[in-house]
């Protein structure tokens, strides 16, 4: 499936939000995500099904001062 991830271009054979999270390494409850630009809060990450040309923002916290 083309994706477009925090504006950059990604192939990946997933189906849900959830998959992709785990394909790129993220984990954590911290993340916030938006898919085309509506938040798409922790508990439906699992259920929410992608599609062709989504644009998915993935935001985590960083650490420094």
């Given at each position: 499936?083309?994706?477009?991830?925090?504006?950059e271009?990604v192939?990946?054979?997933?189906?849900?939000?959830?998959?992709?999270?785990?394909?790129?390494?993220?984990e954590?409850?911290?993340?916030?995500?938006?898919?085309?630009?509506?938040?798409?809060?922790?508990?439906?990450?699992?259920?929410?099904?992608?599609?062709?040309?989504?644009?998915?923002?993935?935001?985590?916290?960083?650490?420094?001062?």
């Amino acid at each position: 499936m083309n994706l477009i991830v925090n504006g950059e271009a990604v192939e990946a054979d997933i189906h849900t939000l959830a998959e992709l999270l785990s394909k790129l390494d993220y984990e954590g409850d911290w993340l916030a995500t938006a898919v085309n630009g509506d938040l798409v809060h922790r508990e439906d990450r699992a259920s929410y099904m992608l599609k062709i040309g989504d644009r998915i923002e993935i935001l985590s916290p960083k650490q420094g001062g």
